[in-house]
């Protein structure tokens, strides 16, 4: 691979077996295929993604150890032209990002240097609210952040009053959801659910750690996990995001928010930290949807009939587009991972992929799991698994959106027998494959030693970067501008 000083511009590198990376640049691993191991450094690539794209200036993810040649791509403007997500990934603080799949050999060969640590786990969500009258300022938090409502720079001013006008015109709607599923979501138990199980599966690898939950719009907020591990004196932490593929509205967000506080903190910005970026190319992961696939398949009458309709959490098309989003990709290599698994088991049936939940005018991913639900029915397709291929815990858009809205709207365009997979929860399996990924991390944990210099906001073009989210915008204007929404936000704010 030809090694050039292009700015913004990352890829990663082969390795050789399974060894661990140790490039002085930040990097992260990841498994596209297999086992394999992957690092930053800065070069330029020339390569394919999963789908044959020629790519010239995008981080590929290449093979160490696979028997397909395949790419992941994370696209090179994410990391070039986006100030925002060029703090996390690309500024010049030493974050180091976890290492996914060793070989057993090497995990067991760190459990004597991680048990001198005081290892800590930090486990990231989105949140939910618990009750109905959470709804609204969760609603605010959610749209508050500037990684779900893009604004240009110059028009920053607008994201929190914009915020409180979404948050105040959806809450009614949004509440009605809630209280068809109970009244309020139920992530942040299965979270913790899932860190008590997480724990003790690190246990069970003689690795003693604590597991925190920092939820990113709701109780218990980022903020109060980090506090807690400052006062737990933790040595080397391991971030997990709970989610399998990496966006800049999941993942993307919560690791910035971690850059800002470690930061601004003496202790934490000495503090040996791993982040797991993405996951979803592990085989425990593979394997466990696979077997749930399989499970509910065989409550079919005629399991070989079943389409496999996998339904992804949906985002702007213009993050993909112009911020270089990787999340449409590893979604793609994602389902491409467990078909592949399920034909290994002789489990061959049609799939398709469709995205959900999109809100407002903007064109978001497509296609739309609604459309493509009623081109399906229309088709003469009568037996359909739904499986929620974004999440590994229930809630409203699994528990409300896909098996009250969905399958309503499946039956009445003709499909007659409707399975839903569950999310994944704490199937041990899952669990035990997650414990595995934070033993992998820990020997990758880097110090965040970054001077104010370093980590002063990036130099950028400002009328470049106004005309490129310009459009993202107009929505913004015209909500606040229509006088029936002036209207309704007078009578609920004042």
Not at 86 to 97: M, R
Not at 347 to 361: C, E, F, M, W
Not at 427 to 453: C, G, N, Q, W, Y
């Amino acid at each position: 691979m030809e090694t050039a000083s292009l700015s913004g511009v990352l890829s990663y590198t082969k390795l050789p077996g399974s060894s661990l990376c140790n490039s002085d640049d930040r990097f992260w691993s990841s498994v596209p295929r297999g086992r394999r191991i992957a690092c930053f450094s800065r070069q330029s690539s020339n390569g394919f993604n999963g789908f044959h794209k020629p790519l010239s200036k995008a981080l590929v993810i290449s093979n160490s150890c696979s028997k397909t040649r395949n790419h992941a791509v994370l696209k090179g403007p994410f990391f070039r032209d986006d100030p925002i997500q060029k703090k996390i990934l690309n500024s010049e603080a030493n974050w180091s990002v976890g290492v996914c799949t060793l070989g057993e050999n090497v995990v067991e060969s760190h459990h004597v240097h991680v048990t001198d640590e005081k290892i800590g786990v930090l486990l990231l969500n989105l949140g939910g609210p618990e009750t109905l009258q959470d709804v609204q300022p969760f609603l605010y938090n959610l749209f508050a952040d500037p990684d779900i409502i893009r604004l240009p720079r110059l028009f920053k001013f607008l994201q929190r009053p914009l915020a409180k006008l979404i948050s105040v015109l959806r809450a009614p709607k949004s509440k009605e959801g809630y209280a068809a599923i109970g009244g309020g979501s139920p992530l942040r138990k299965i979270t913790d659910e899932q860190a008590n199980a997480i724990r003790m599966a690190l246990e069970a690898k003689n690795v003693n750690a604590n597991v925190y939950v920092g939820m990113r719009y709701w109780y218990p907020f980022t903020e109060e996990a980090i506090e807690q591990i400052k006062r737990d004196r933790i040595t080397k932490l391991v971030v997990l995001p709970l989610y399998p593929q990496f966006s800049i509205s999941t993942t993307g967000s919560s690791v910035r928010v971690l850059q800002d506080i470690f930061r601004e903190d003496a202790y934490l910005s000495r503090l040996p930290v791993s982040v797991i970026l993405s996951w979803y190319q592990r085989q425990g992961y593979i394997s466990s949807m696979a077997d749930l696939i399989n499970e509910e398949l065989e409550k079919f009458a005629k399991p070989e009939e079943v389409m496999i309709f996998f339904s992804a959490h949906g985002v702007p098309l213009s993050y993909v587009e112009d911020a270089g989003d990787p999340y449409k990709d590893q979604m793609e290599e994602c389902i491409y991972l467990i078909m592949q698994e399920l034909k290994a088991r002789g489990i061959a049936n049609d799939h398709t992929l469709a995205y959900q939940s999109r809100v407002g005018p903007v064109q978001w991913l497509k296609p739309y799991t609604d459309e493509v639900l009623v081109e399906l029915g229309q088709k003469g397709v009568k037996s359909l698994l739904a499986v929620p291929i974004s999440f590994v815990s229930e809630h409203i858009e699994t528990l409300e959106e896909i098996d009250m809205e969905y399958k309503h709207l499946a039956l009445e365009s003709g499909i007659e027998n409707w399975g839903r997979v569950p999310a994944l929860g704490c199937t041990s399996s899952f669990i035990t494959d997650l414990a595995d990924a934070v033993v992998e991390a820990l020997p990758s944990a880097k110090a965040l030693s970054a001077s104010r210099e370093d980590t002063e906001e990036l130099e950028y073009d400002p009328m470049r970067y106004l005309v490129k989210l310009f459009f993202g915008s107009i929505l913004a204007f015209f909500l606040l501008l229509t006088p029936s929404v002036v209207h309704a936000f007078r009578n609920h704010i004042f």
